[in-house]
């Protein structure tokens, strides 16, 4: 196929005409031999067969009076078969009671009859006939003909072969005359198109010479000249524009990457003071830690003393000005503990791995009933909870979501607190929900910020701080975190977690 398609249009059409013909010349011949050796094969079955017939026919009446000498002249009408080269009758019992053979020729007669019908092998074949007569087998014909397929077939091939070439040599000379007269005008517009292309020559056309498809080519080579001229000019034209749009880009590249360099030399100047601001933050956080936390001892230190060695000095008023005074320091202590922790969890190193969600939760749960044994609580965890993310802080994450609804069910006469997994269009997430007091939806946009409570703290203890600990630790793990409730009827925290696992899987 490579080399036919390196061949010019006129020596594949020459080509293709040949073959065609040859191919078809060929098929028929074949099928035409196919068929002849199958009608000579049928011939000499049926013509075989019938002259065995016809002489058991004939020897019915020496088999009957037991006459040799009837049944050899019977034999002898073969002779005028020249095909036929032997020829036996055997009896009933299987002795042969007479036979013919042709002078020349040497063949084995069987010892006895085959089967009724013939077989082929060879160059011969061998006809099998029961002689009956009144529904009573006689004897059998026994007929061997020469099978003269091979000399057939030889004949057949040469006659097709000699047909084949005499064809091919008229189909030669009809195909060089049409192809010269289909192809010539073809060929003057290839010329044509390898001239302009070479001397890029787009006024050159080519002339119209017939009115049939190959016209129609020349107009449409003309019209395709046309438009590659007037393409020609566009690029022309593109091109100075693009020349333009290049230097203008290379001018818009170096402004770019003079601004580059100035916004890197702010990022480095933002990141310093962004140092400095952690700096000074951690400075604060020291300070908060121990500065703040003296003072705060010392007055819940004294405020204790003075309660304890002084109480009946002071009157009931004293007293509980000493007691809301002790109140307010540890209150104080623990939202500066609280800040601590939230100031830390988004400096605290990230460390992912696989969590059991399930055993973190339930020994959460186990620790919150251990303290208030005597609450009615009914809690329930879902099993096989798996996820990624850091230990640590989902830990307090869940320790902050499930402490709330424990701290917001404490007014009920029973507990029920369920941690449990939800999907949602293939999308996970984890949720805790309660049977405690719940909160009007409409503040739900205040839940999760800094010092923000939707309860008072004469209700229900607490600084605020935990649920926005738990939205920054959610945060941290590309998760979302929301909530769902209705007062005096519990409330559901809803979270998703995204930590890259790619980040720790093996």
Known sequence: MKWFGSQSLRGRVFGGILFTTASALLIAGSLMVTYNLANYRDNIIRDTTGSAALVGFASIPALQFNDPELARKTLGLLQTQPDIVAAALYQRSGNIFARYLQDDVSVQLPRLPGASGYEIEGDYMDVNYRVIANDEILGTVYVKTRYRRAELFRDQAILVISVTLVALVISMLLSYWMQMRLTGPVLEIAKLAQRITHENDYTLRAKRTTNDEIGVLTDSFNALVDEVEHRKNEMRASHDMLQREVADRENAEREIQRLNEQLEARVVERTRELENANSELEAFSYSVSHDLRGPLRAIDGFSQALLEDCSEQLDGTGTDYLRRVRAAAQRMGQLIDDLLKLSRITRAEFNVSRIDLTQMAAETLDNLKSRNPERNATTHVTSGLMDYGDAQLL?????????????????????????????????????????????????????????????????????GIGLATVQRIIHRHDGEIWAEAETNKGATFYFTLNARRSDHET
């Open 395 to 463: 830990r307090i994450a869940l320790e902050n979501l499930l402490g709330n609804a424990w701290k917001y069910t404490g007014r009920n006469e029973y507990t029920e607190i369920e941690f449990g997994m939800r999907n949602n269009n293939g999308k996970v997430s984890y949720f805790v929900q309660d049977n405690g007091a719940g909160f009007d939806m409409a503040y739900a946009g205040k839940l999760f910020g800094a010092f923000q409570r939707l309860h008072e703290t004469t209700e229900f203890s607490g600084t």
